[in-house]
C-alpha cells in the first residue's frame, strides 16, 4: 500500500462511494499530527471534524466550523487517528517457524542463522502461495490500521530467488526493499566475499527494476561494515534508496554506517554507543525501533527515550517476519514502547504514524492535514492513549485508504 498504488485493497465491508465529499464528523480527538493546531506534534483537535475528497483530505478542524460535505460519518465521539505506516515487514516467506519460536521460549536465544530455515521454506513455496502470504498478511494489517506497509525480499538468496519475491512483493505494494544481503546462503558459507559480488553484480542488476529501496543486515552472522558499505553503495549507484538492519544484536559499524550514506533508516538499535547516538542526532537517518523483535526474542528492549531526548527523529514498526517477530499490529508494538522503552502515548504513536512516514520519505501519510491521502483509522475509544492503556484490545473500528472506508462500519 503506498502512493498512487493501483492494486485492489481488500475491502471488509462496503466502502464509502469514491465520488464526491465525505464528512466524518463528532470525532472526540482527531489526531493530525499537523503541530500548526498546537498542543505538541500530534496536532490534536478535540470535538472535531474532516472532509475527505477524492483520495485526499480536504479540510480539518473544529466541527463546529465543518463545510458541507455530500456523504457523512458520524464517529460518534470516537478518536481518528492517521492510519499506521510500517517501514520495516518481511512479508514474501514460505513455511513456519513454531517450533525455532517454542525452543527459544524454552531457552535457546535468537541467532542470524535462523533466517536459512525460511530461505529453504521459500524456494520450495510457489508463486500462488507467496502471493497468498503476503494479501493474507497486508489485509490482516489492515484490519488494525495499518494504511501503508513496507515489505522485503531476503528469503531467495538466488538471483532468481529475489527477483522473484520482488516482483510478488511489487504486486501489493510500492514500498519494495531489496535484501538480498540478508545473510549468506548456505551454498556460499565458504565464501561470503563471492557472495557480496553477486549480491552487488548480477543479482542487483537483475533486482533493482523491481524495487525502491536496498537493505543489508549489518549485523555479527551476516555482513560486516564494508560489505555493507559496498552493498549499499552498489544499489545507491542503480538508483535504489539506502537503509539498514543495524545494531541488533551487538554494537557495531551499522547505525553510523547508516548516517555518513544518508539512509532514510537505521533499524532495530538496540545496541548504541554515545557516538552512534550523537550520529544519528545529528543526521537525517530516523531510528527504527521494532519491539516485537525484542518481545519475540526475550531480548533487552531498544532505549527509545535515550534517542528522544537526543533529538534523534524515531519510527515505530512491526518487523512482521515468521522468525523473530510475527507481529502484523501495530498498536501492539505502540503499547510495547510505551511500557519497555521509555515512550509516552503520544511519542509512540507519532513514530508509528508520522515516524514511519519519515521512514519511508513520504509526507502524503502519516498525517490528517489537507492534501495528505486519507488514510486513517477510527478507533473504538475516545482517546488514542487507549492503544496503549488497553494493550491487546481490538479498538479498530473502521479504517479508511486513500479515501474509501476498507473496514468497519458507522
Not at 22 to 30: E, K, P, V
Not at 32 to 39: L, M, V
Not at 77 to 97: E, M, Q, W, Y
Request: overall charge negative.
Amino acid at each position: 500500500m503506498a502512493p498512487h498504488d493501483h492494486r485492489a485493497v481488500p475491502h471488509e465491508d462496503t466502502p464509502t462511494p469514491a465520488t464526491g465529499t465525505t464528512l466524518l464528523t463528532h470525532i472526540g480527538t482527531l489526531v493530525t499530527n499537523d503541530p500548526s493546531h498546537g498542543n505538541g506534534a500530534l496536532g490534536p483537535i478535540t470535538d472535531a471534524a474532516l472532509v475527505i475528497d477524492g483520495d485526499a483530505i480536504a479540510w480539518a478542524g473544529p466541527a463546529a466550523k465543518a463545510p458541507a460535505a455530500d456523504h457523512r460519518f458520524d464517529a460518534g465521539g470516537r478518536a481518528v487517528i492517521p492510519g499506521f505506516v510500517d517501514s520495516h515487514s518481511h512479508l514474501v516467506f514460505g513455511g513456519d517457524r513454531t517450533e525455532e519460536f517454542n525452543a527459544r521460549m524454552s531457552g535457546r536465544p535468537y541467532r542470524a542463522g535462523g533466517i536459512r530455515t525460511t530461505v529453504a521454506a521459500t524456494r520450495a513455496a510457489t508463486d500462488a502461495e507467496l502471493h497468498a502470504r503476503v494479501d493474507r498478511h497486508l489485509r490482516e494489517a489492515l484490519r488494525q490500521g495499518t494504511t501503508t506497509m513496507e515489505t522485503k525480499s531476503g528469503y531467495g538468496l538466488t538471483v532468481e530467488e529475489e527477483v522473484r519475491a520482488l516482483a510478488i512483493a511489487a504486486g501489493h505494494t510500492d514500498e519494495v526493499t531489496f535484501l538480498g544481503a540478508h545473510v549468506v546462503p548456505e551454498e556460499f558459507a565458504d565464501d561470503p566475499g563471492g557472495y557480496v559480488d553477486l549480491v552487488t553484480g548480477p543479482m542487483l542488476e537483475a533486482c533493482a527494476p523491481h524495487a525502491r529501496w536496498v537493505d543489508v543486515f549489518c549485523e555479527q552472522g551476516a555482513f560486516d561494515g564494508d560489505q555493507a558499505r559496498a552493498i549499499l553503495q552498489a544499489g545507491a549507484a542503480h538508483g535504489l534508496l539506502p537503509r539498514i538492519h543495524a545494531n541488533q544484536l551487538s554494537y557495531g559499524p551499522g547505525v553510523r554506517l547508516a548516517v555518513e550514506l544518508g539512509a532514510a533508516a537505521a533499524d532495530h538499535c538496540t545496541y548504541l554507543t554515545d557516538a552512534d547516538v550523537d550520529a544519528l542526532a545529528q543526521g537525517s537517518t530516523v531510528a527504527t525501533l521494532l519491539p516485537g523483535a525484542e518481545f519475540s526474542t526475550r531480548s533487552p528492549y531498544p532505549d527509545a527515550r535515550r534517542l528522544l531526548d537526543a533529538g534523534v527523529t524515531v519510527a515505530l514498526s512491526t518487523d512482521c517476519n515468521p522468525g523473530s517477530s510475527f507481529t502484523s499490529s501495530m498498536a501492539f508494538c505502540v503499547a510495547l514502547a510505551v511500557r519497555e522503552m521509555g515512550m509516552t502515548p503520544d511519542e509512540a504513536l507519532w513514530s508509528a504514524t508520522a515516524g514511519g512516514a519519515r521512514a519511508l520519505r513520504r509526507t502524503d501519510v502519516g498525517r490528517l492535514a489537507p492534501g495528505a491521502r486519507a488514510d486513517l483509522v477510527v478507533l473504538d475509544a475516545p482517546s488514542p492513549v487507549h492503544l496503549a492503556y488497553r494493550p491487546g484490545v481490538p479498538l479498530v473500528a473502521a479504517v479508511w485508504w486513500a479515501g474509501q472506508r476498507v473496514f468497519g462500519s458507522a
